[in-house]
């Protein structure tokens, strides 16, 4: 890594754009030499870091990510993301060493102000093989013993990240440009370059996320988008209101009942009528033709006959 991760119409456009299209969204570094501070890497155009969580001895003074330090960046405006690395290959120790490591990331993290709930992306620091990604996976899947698998990223060249992708043992991935041949994982969340700076007197590798998340602790979600437009939300209304009235309290035409009870209300009655007609109709035949006009002038006329 350094010298010594409506709305349907959004995402559809997403899917049609060819991947190369897609243009970073934020500039940032990651560093194990020393620790060039927030002022520094604000000054220098980045604003997130990828901080290990892994001690790098004498050699990699400025590795290890610490409480100080997180205030610091913090105090900057500058994101922090997660990163464990001990040794280059140290994930063909497979599931127990996943869940150590992964253990111990986590206690890390939470004793710098991280959140237990964001990602950490574990390393593969070297080329590896379609038969190393057995190993791989597995530690990958210790470490979701812990994080949980959707907690749970890998940094590497673009073949093992690839495969655990395929493979969904991880969620997150970081792609070094190392061990890549030029090719390129676009569902990655993290490219990280071949490029470095000297930031505050550290050298340091520049990365570039393409995702709005990419495991940054301060990361929250914006509220979903509606799922109507207003103009959509204002018609919905209209039809609610004629359904129900005004104030929704009912329609006083129909007796404040709202538009479908009072349909219901006329059919019954239509119903009841209809019954009534026909009982009359039933009456009328039952008497001889001749007679149903002098009983209709009796019942009509005041102390006729009922």
Not at 168 to 173: I, L, P, Q, S
Request: aromatic share 10%.
């Amino acid at each position: 890594m350094v010298a010594g991760h409506g709305r349907f119409h959004r995402r559809l456009a997403e899917l049609s754009d060819p991947p190369t299209k897609v243009a970073p969204v934020r500039k940032g570094l990651d560093y194990a030499g020393g620790r060039p501070g927030g002022a520094a890497i604000r000054a220098a155009g980045y604003d997130f870091v990828v901080r290990y969580l892994s001690d790098g001895g004498p050699s990699l003074p400025g590795k290890l990510l610490t409480p100080a330090e997180a205030v610091d960046l913090r105090a900057y405006g500058i994101s922090i993301v997660s990163n464990w690395e001990t040794t280059a290959n140290r994930m063909l120790d497979g599931y127990v060493a996943g869940v150590n490591d992964a253990s111990i990331a986590l206690r890390q993290v939470l004793a710098c102000g991280g959140r237990f709930d964001r990602p950490i992306y574990f390393s593969v620091d070297f080329d590896a093989t379609p038969a190393d990604q057995v190993p791989i996976d597995d530690y990958l899947r210790g470490a979701a013993s812990i994080l949980g698998a959707h907690n749970v990223g890998i940094y590497g060249g673009y073949w093992p990240i690839h495969r655990a992708l395929d493979n969904k043992t991880a969620a997150w991935t970081w792609q070094t440009d190392a061990w890549s041949g030029g090719n390129i994982e676009f569902r990655r969340n993290l490219h990280q370059l071949v490029r470095q700076v000297v930031v505050g007197g550290v050298a340091c590798d520049v990365n570039e996320a393409f995702t709005a998340d990419f495991g940054q602790w301060d990361y929250y979600p914006t509220q979903e988008e509606p799922d109507v437009t207003p103009e959509q939300d204002a018609i919905l209304r209209d039809i609610q209101t004629q359904l129900r009235g005004p104030n929704l309290d009912g329609w006083p035409q129909l007796g404040n009942r709202t538009l479908v009870d009072g349909l219901a209300a006329a059919l019954t009655r239509i119903d009841e009528l209809e019954k009534e007609v026909e009982k009359l109709n039933g009456e009328l035949l039952d008497r001889p033709w001749w007679q149903w006009p002098i009983s209709f002038i009796e019942s009509i006329v005041p102390g006729g006959k009922n």
